[in-house]
């Protein structure tokens, strides 16, 4: 599907999209945007291949597909000068390379003829673009000169070589140079461009360009890993919570170091990021005691796969935690697989707190309570955008909420998931998901709610005896016939 073969009638190669984005790295939601892309061509019978900006792991995370690296980075098994040296003349070259695209597009102002001249280029990725037929830029973050991505480089060829663009929903901005925005708009100029929050809307419109608003692909995370029809009620008050945390520190801010701003309202001390965690977390074992006579159980998750980011963070924290004061708390290794980051996050946790965005997106995609926190401009638009498409969401920033206020946002999200609706089961993607794999179940069930109880939220008035209380709506949940479940 995604190697380019000859069509033995035409002699032409197949057209294919090359995509682009910001994944490479280790963070899991780059990863799901990708797949979520691929998934998306492949449907539409596009053959596709993947430009990859940086890393080695794009290939072990799709292993059936083809990955061309700008540049392939040293092996850090086989770290050497001459490894260095290999990468550093690698660099130079491409660097090269498109020097020469650019100058040649001055004198050759007909895209075809550069494109033919391109597609047997020596630099991978400029015969890659050369020979698209489309360049898609899958979701994420990148669009902005806040990271070393290379996606200006990507877009700036791709407009030379008169190739279309679009995008996913995706982040624009914000930028530190007016001379990067002003570049950014002149490559995006014509693109299908789509963006996930008001922000990069506002932006785009500065920027002259034509964009709209949709949800970020991660909401769709169910059309690739379905929901666990059988995760466990906040309803039983005897069970232990297990609360996901993923402690991360933000771009543009620091959460183990920054001091905050905000003051606290019972004493004249300035907290430090470390500080206000320590106070958040043992404000929270205080009120879930109220809450769950089990407790809870804290346990620290990585959306990133490299040990140097929240990993490294919390595992530094939640010791010194424990050592202040008695918290039922560990820290996971992360995974090396993103999907298996992702059905982690699905099946074991009651609720998630998060300063990752995809980590929020996932886990408000299958109905998991969620406290996002936003350090920054650059966070604040992402967290409030997940905030805007989801139920059971809220954003609380550090440098606005203290620890006790937090908490409380956590604890409202709580009553509402147990106050209910069908989402708390099966979360607001998945339910559509299951209702297209069951319709006729799906129908059954819509009638019984219908004809039964007039309002749809009936599970607000939720009683033990109901006929779809929690076993009788598992027992849907799993596929049997409505008839015998409420027999």
């Given at each position: 599907m995604n190697d380019i073969v000859k069509d033995t009638a035409t002699k032409r190669p197949t057209p294919y999209t090359a995509i682009w984005g910001g994944y490479g790295g280790g963070n899991v939601g780059d990863y799901l945007t990708l797949a979520l892309a691929i998934k998306d061509l492949n449907g539409e019978g596009r053959a596709c291949k993947i430009l990859n900006g940086y890393g080695h792991d794009t290939q072990k995370q799709f292993p059936d597909h083809e990955v061309i690296n700008l540049i392939t980075p040293p092996d850090p098994k086989k770290a050497g000068l001459l490894s260095e040296l290999?990468?550093?003349?690698?660099?130079?070259?491409?660097?090269?390379?498109?020097?020469?695209?650019?100058?040649?597009?001055?004198?050759?102002?007909?895209?075809?003829?550069?494109?033919?001249?391109?597609?047997?280029?020596?630099?991978?990725?400029?015969?890659?673009?050369?020979?698209?037929?489309?360049?898609?830029?899958?979701?994420?973050?990148?669009?902005?000169?806040?990271?070393?991505?290379?996606?200006?480089?990507?877009?700036?060829?791709?407009?030379?070589?008169?190739?279309?663009?679009e995008t996913a929903p995706v982040g624009l901005g914000p930028f530190k140079s007016e001379l990067a925005q002003a570049q950014f708009a002149q490559v995006l100029k014509s693109a299908r461009l789509r963006v996930r929050d008001t922000e990069s809307l506002a932006l785009a419109k500065t920027m002259g360009l034509e964009a709209t608003l949709q949800p970020d692909d991660g909401f769709r995370i169910a059309e690739l890993l379905p929901a666990n029809a059988h995760r466990k009620s906040l309803h039983n008050p005897e069970r232990k919570l297990k609360i996901g945390l993923c402690i991360f520190e933000q771009f543009g801010a620091h959460p183990m170091s920054k001091p905050r701003a905000h003051q606290a309202p019972d004493d004249n001390k300035t907290l430090s990021q470390r500080d206000w965690w320590f106070g958040f977390l043992k404000a929270l074992k205080t009120a879930c005691i109220d809450h769950t006579a089990g407790g809870i159980e804290i346990e620290g998750f990585s959306f990133d796969e490299r040990l140097s980011f929240e990993y490294a963070t919390m595992t530094r924290l939640l010791p010194e935690i424990e050592a202040s004061?008695?918290?039922?708390?560990?820290?996971?290794?992360?995974?090396?697989?993103?999907?298996?980051?992702?059905?982690?996050?699905?099946?074991?946790?009651?609720?998630?707190?998060?300063?990752?965005?995809?980590?929020?997106?996932?886990?408000?995609?299958?109905?998991?309570?969620?406290?996002?926190?936003?350090?920054g401009e650059y966070y604040v638009a992402k967290m409030e955008s997940v905030k805007a498409n989801a139920s059971l969401c809220d954003v609380a920033c550090p440098d606005r909420h203290t620890p006790e206020e937090a908490v409380e946002l956590l604890l409202n999200l709580f009553s509402q998931a147990e106050q209910g609706s069908l989402q708390q089961f099966s979360g607001p993607t998945i339910s559509q998901a299951f209702l297209d794999s069951h319709a006729e179940l799906g129908r059954e069930l819509a009638a019984y709610a219908a004809n039964t109880i007039p309002d749809i939220t009936f599970l607000e008035n939720f009683q033990e005896d109901s006929p779809l209380s929690s076993p009788a709506l598992s027992g849907v949940l799993s596929g049997k016939p409505l008839a015998k479940v409420l027999q």
């Open positions: 290999k990468y550093k003349i690698a660099c130079k070259y491409q660097q090269v390379a498109f020097s020469a695209l650019r100058k040649l597009s001055t004198v050759i102002r007909e895209p075809e003829k550069l494109r033919t001249i391109y597609r047997r280029s020596s630099a991978p990725w400029l015969s890659c673009l050369a020979g698209a037929e489309k360049l898609y830029l899958v979701g994420g973050g990148y669009l902005n000169d806040m990271f070393e991505v290379d996606s200006l480089r990507i877009l700036e060829a791709a407009h030379y070589f008169g190739i279309p663009v004061f008695s918290l039922d708390s560990k820290v996971i290794l992360p995974f090396q697989n993103f999907r298996h980051a992702i059905t982690h996050l699905r099946d074991h946790y009651d609720a998630v707190i998060t300063c990752r965005f995809h980590a929020a997106v996932v886990a408000q995609a299958y109905g998991i309570p969620t406290l996002a926190f936003a350090a």
